[in-house]
T-cell receptor, first 111, second 117 residues
């Protein structure tokens, strides 16, 4: 099956700086890569996703890049704000609709 | 659109009792729902896949007689933790597939914090 690895497990940045979280996957059949933000005591919320036919996608301060050859994808958050502090999960999915999650990254934005 | 409502958000029960958690898709039909368990500071662990009108598929190591899943309609799936014990205390999260591949998505409920005392 698929194996998704996520790094780093914790990340602290100063407000206004950029944050980058990286994930790798093992199954070349995976073709959908979403990113979720989970705040304390709440369910994960989709923040951005990318499909295997696209190399990069951007939504305001958030961007995701995908390297199919190397089987890795990354989340980039620019101009970080304190409200960006949360746990972020990457995931990989295939057409069978089975999602595999990374282990999460706890992001802290220091004011 | 694509809202999943999960209730209750918090529940405290006595050891040995059963607890039911509901997961509803509010504005779409979900033929497939997923149940996850999450321990503090850990990732989501898939417990089972719930298919409308058929038996749920459980992941290895998950006791199907302890975690009863019912998906009787296209908008409702329930997870019942039977004879709960303190070690069952956890954060339980459901999610639903929004559409069929390749344009599928995943919407999560808000989670249920279960505490067994």
């Amino acid at each position: 099956g698929e194996n998704v690895e996520q790094h780093p497990s914790t990340l602290s940045v100063q407000e206004g700086d950029s944050a980058v979280i990286k994930c790798t996957y093992s199954d070349s059949a995976s073709n959908y890569f979403p990113w979720y933000k989970q705040e304390l005591g709440k369910g994960p919320q989709l923040i951005i996703d990318i499909r295997s036919n696209v190399g990069e996608k951007k939504d305001q301060r958030i961007a995701v890049t995908l390297n199919k050859t190397a089987k890795h994808f990354s989340l980039h958050i620019t101009e970080t704000q304190p409200e960006d502090s949360a746990v972020y999960f990457c995931a990989a999915a295939n057409t069978g609709n089975q999602f595999y999650f990374g282990t999460g990254t706890s992001l802290t934005v220091i004011p | 659109g694509a809202v999943v409502s999960q209730h209750p958000s918090r529940v405290i029960c006595k050891s040995g009792t059963s607890v039911k958690i509901e997961c509803r898709s509010l504005d779409f039909q979900a033929t497939t729902m997923f149940w996850y368990r999450q321990f503090p500071k850990q990732s989501l662990m898939l417990m089972a896949t719930s298919n409308e009108g058929s038996k749920a598929t459980y992941e290895q190591g998950v006791e199907k007689d302890k975690f009863l899943i019912n998906h009787a309609s296209l908008t409702l799936s329930t997870l019942t933790v039977t004879s709960a014990h303190p070690e069952d205390s956890s954060f339980y999260i459901c999610s639903a597939s929004v559409a069929a591949p390749p344009n599928y998505g995943y919407t999560f409920g808000s989670g249920t914090r279960l505490t067994v005392v």
